[in-house]
Nanobody, 123 residues
Framework: QVQLVESGGGVVQAGGSLRLSCEFSGRFFNNYAVGWFRQAPGKEREFVSAINWSGDNTHEADFVKGRFIISRYNAETTAYLQMESLQPGATAVHYC????????????????WGRGTQVTVSS
């Protein structure tokens, strides 16, 4: 059974940075794509960024505009999301999720989820 644990959230001022981590266990990490999503209070969960099983194919939501970098280190069974130039609109619980091989932007396509880490950006 896949287990995912997010960490690295916190409170930052607008324009600040955070690095989120997603620790994976329970299965062979190299077979799984990882996606990052976020959910603000009263809103639906939305796609942020994703990386495929080998790390050579990534995708980001339009609102990211190159400010975030997703990466993975298979030897450490961990994926990361480096977020720069954060704005108050990024305030949300951020989740990582996993599915076989190829990323998707759809929540329904991911089989396994972490419990999330809170990101708060103050103005």
């Amino acid at each position: 059974q896949v287990q995912l644990v997010e960490s690295g959230g916190g409170v930052v001022q607008a324009g600040g940075s955070l690095r989120l981590s997603c620790e994976f266990s329970g299965r062979f990490f190299n077979n799984y794509a990882v996606g990052w999503f976020r959910q603000a209070p009263g809103k639906e969960r939305e796609f942020v960024s994703a990386i495929n099983w080998s790390g050579d194919n990534t995708h980001e939501a339009d609102f990211v505009k190159g400010r975030f970098i997703i990466s993975r280190y298979n030897a450490e069974t961990t994926a990361y999301l480096q977020m720069e130039s954060l704005q108050p609109g990024a305030t949300a619980v951020h989740y990582c999720a996993a599915r076989f091989y190829h990323w998707s932007t759809e929540v329904k396509d991911y089989d396994d989820w972490g419990r999330g880490t809170q990101v708060t950006v103050s103005s």
